[in-house]
């Protein structure tokens, strides 16, 4: 037997005041196989001990909510007696040290969390972060992620229908692949994961299991040293042809009465799904690890139960129902074997041999891993922006904003992907948010990830607040009425206190805006230690709350996309606008300063305006529609012309100078269309609701022009197109095989 020593406790991740507990908890020295299972359900990873006691703050209620944080993902009612699933996670170590693997298996992680619960998948989001374009290792990351979300996604045969993709030398030594998935579900097939029925049998089902991701959970909750790289047997092979074979098998099974409780097997694998089935259930569990189909030659209990194997579940079955449920999954040529059965001794039992390897109390392991109120220090405040710099050309500036890392089109990553399997898919990716039909019906989920890391490093309380208001305000641009949020809390080392001081301000901001909005969080990840002191890398991400926003449309025909339709259509801003610069993409892009404070969100008047728009939108008022965000009005109209193919002018005296009035990046704000005839009413109903909507100019033919004081500047569409596209061919060449 193997002797417990300091050295073995640290490689667990283990503090010696946690140990401490674990030895009280215990009543005695745990062995090797006690040890792994304690140090996976305290990881970071898996019991959140530095986060949780902030997010018990955040708002998780609402009639919409049918199940909130807690479960494998969130629910919410979309009427007629169905529910959307949906929930986003990270993968973000994994995909740094093996990217085609840790982007994939990423994906099918979060598909399981959905269908796992009842849901069918119907679309795929990712969030990503990459560090400079011309970083040594960074083309290699972003094909090698890029191609595992397309691998992945296109064989299981769900769509991927939007994301986000932002660059920051931050991210240099710690990229994030942050990977959502949203399915539909009838509300009275919804499956949870509470174990009950004393003597019920437990079931494994789906793929063997193997040695790779042990130590998966322990290694996603420490930073990058050196070694990196020798790193990379903990992460996971994907197989997604099996994963489409355990969907229907599940669904299949489903549809009958067999099933009392299911867990997917995702970070600590084995260990975590029997510990949070029966903890939940309030019940104790044994397993005959014997029993367990295995792919390698003499796998070890520890082995086993730390494996992060991909395409596998846990199963707590009716009596009686074994045969049947393991006819199902024989069909779809997948593993079935009954491994073990519910107890009620509130503890885990782990036989192997005939002799038990592990005998733990379940208590200590779920409820009371450990939990930190960590020093945090607020953000300072920084400095209000100063010796602004002129806008000479605001034509040359757009062209060079419209090709840069974070506006540029991001077509070269998405026509990778399969964005219309299934047939549902209403708009595909590069407007404001995704709209997938809700199969045999007229409704449609619209549904969008979003986050400004740059935001939240200037001002963590309203950068958090913006990443909320920005998901709400894209839902509402294609005429959805936001329902809920998931979120993917991606940070740095939270016993730093200015690192544990954005995570709380950045929680507290998007709480606020959560409440003010009606947009409850029901679902989501944290992911900390996400920085590197490997060679090149840079220290800390910028903090990044990733977040996926869902929404609803009755008539998915009414969607609103950002294209100009037609030229002649009145071109109007909609939301209050003052030109704010600091933290702006074009500060950044043309005079390379990252200064001053965020825009700010006024969360009562983002509510106004963006309830007045999408009346606007059911009413059939408006022709297009697109938030203004990054790179402000300039880059939001360029955006629409290029959609559409359509030009503009802009003919109206702007109320700043040109700088502030073109490329300022104003908090709910909108571009709209409108016919002549009904401008009137549109303009009458806004100054009724107490939203600035003034006409800024008119659509024409094949160029954009900003007609000023000082001189007309005139852009051709053609050249707009070249710069916006040629960002990601340029970078990545012909180099498919990077991956």
């Known amino acids: 037997m193997t002797q417990i020593t300091p050295e073995i406790v640290a490689e667990h991740g283990l503090s010696p005041e946690e140990y401490e507990r674990v030895l009280h908890a215990m009543g005695r020295e745990p062995n090797l196989t006690e040890l792994g299972i304690f140090s996976v359900m305290w990881s970071e990873h898996c019991s959140y001990k530095s986060s949780r006691i902030h997010l018990k703050k955040l708002p998780t209620e609402g009639p919409q909510v049918i199940c909130g944080p807690g479960e494998n993902a969130g629910v919410v009612d979309i009427g007629d007696g169905q529910a959307a699933i949906f929930k ?96 539909v579900a009838d509300q009275d097939k919804i499956f949870y994961s509470a174990a009950s029925g004393v003597g019920n049998p437990i079931v494994y089902v789906g793929s063997k299991t193997g040695r790779d991701g042990i130590h998966g959970a322990t290694m996603a909750s420490a930073d990058f040293g050196e070694d990196s790289e020798e790193k990379r047997p903990t992460v996971q092979v994907g197989d997604p042809f099996t994963e489409k074979l355990l969907i229907e098998a599940c669904l299949e099974l489903m549809a009958s009465d ?197 935001y939240c490093f200037a001002d963590p309380v309203e950068g958090g607040k913006q990443a909320v208001a920005e998901a709400w305000r894209n839902l509402t641009a294609v005429g959805a009425t936001p329902l809920a949020i998931t979120n993917c809390l991606n940070f740095a080392n939270p016993q730093r206190p200015e690192i544990m001081g954005q995570i709380v301000g950045c929680l507290e901001g998007m709480g606020e805006a959560c409440r003010a909005l009606d947009f409850p969080i029901v679902s989501g990840n944290v992911s900390l230690y996400n920085e590197s002191k490997a060679t090149g890398g840079g220290s ?138 009904p401008l009137l009413d549109f303009l009458k109903g806004a100054q009724a609701a107490g939203i600035e909507a003034e006409p800024i100019g008119r659509t024409i033919g094949s160029r954009l022009i900003f007609e000023l004081a000082d001189g007309d500047f005139v852009v051709p569409l053609d050249a707009l197109r070249t710069a916006h596209e040629g960002f990601f061919p340029n970078l990545m060449g012909s180099d498919a095989a990077l991956a």
């Open 258 to 454: 067999a099933i009392v409780a299911i867990q997917d097997m995702g970070a600590a694998g084995l260990t975590s799904s029997s510990v949070e089935m029966a903890s939940k259930g309030g019940v104790g569990i044994e397993l005959v690890m014997d029993d367990v189909p295995q792919r390698e030659e003499g796998m070890t209990p520890y082995e086993m139960m730390l494996s992060e194997s991909q395409e596998r579940m846990l199963m707590v079955l009716k009596p009686g129902r074994e045969d049947f449920a393991e006819a199902i999954f024989r069909k779809w040529e997948l593993d079935f074997a009954i491994i073990g059965r519910v107890t009620d001794t509130g503890r885990m039992v782990l036989k192997w041999k005939g002799d038990t390897v592990a005998d733990i109390p379940l208590a200590p392991l779920a409820d009371e891993a450990p939990l930190y109120d960590r020093p945090h220090v607020p953000t300072p405040k920084p400095a209000e922006l100063t010796n602004v710099p002129a806008c000479g050309d605001p034509a040359a500036d757009l062209l060079k904003l419209m090709g840069s890392p974070d506006i540029a089109s991001r077509r070269w990553i998405w026509e990778q992907y399969d964005h219309m399997v299934g047939a549902d898919t209403v708009q595909r990716p590069g407007g404001d948010a995704a709209v997938v039909r809700v199969h045999g019906t007229k409704k449609a989920l619209a549904i969008t990830t979003d986050s400004t890391p740059r």
């Open 88 to 183: 986003m996670e990270s993968h973000n170590h994994p995909s740094y040290i093996e990217p085609y693997q840790g982007a994939a298996t990423g994906v099918g992680g979060i598909l399981r969390d959905v269908f796992t619960m009842g849901a069918r998948p119907v679309a795929n989001l990712n969030a990503l972060r990459f560090g400079r374009p011309d970083h040594p290792k960074m083309r290699h990351l972003i094909a090698g992620v890029v191609h595992g979300i397309g691998g992945y996604g296109n064989c299981v045969g769900v769509p991927t229908v939007g994301g986000e993709v932002n660059f920051h030398p931050a991210y240099d030594g710690n990229i994030l692949v942050n990977a959502m998935t949203v399915g």
């Open 540 to 677: 800390a991400i910028l903090p990044t709350p990733a977040i996926g926003g869902l929404g609803l449309m009755a008539d998915w025909e009414k969607s609103m996309t950002i294209a100009f339709k037609q030229t002649g259509d009145i071109i109007i801003a909609l939301g209050n606008r003052s030109g704010h610069l600091g933290q702006s993409l074009w500060l950044r892009e043309i005079h390379g300063r990252e200064e001053g404070p965020p825009p700010p969100v006024d969360l009562e008047q983002e509510r106004r305006t963006g309830d007045y728009l999408r009346a606007a939108i059911t009413a059939g008022v408006v022709t297009a529609a697109h938030d203004v965000s990054d790179g402000g009005l300039a880059v939001a109209l360029a955006e629409m012309a290029l959609a559409g193919n359509v030009g503009a002018i802009l003919d109206k005296k702007q109320p700043y100078d040109h700088a502030c009035s073109f490329f300022g990046e104003d908090q709910g704000v909108y571009l709209v269309t409108v016919h002549d005839h």
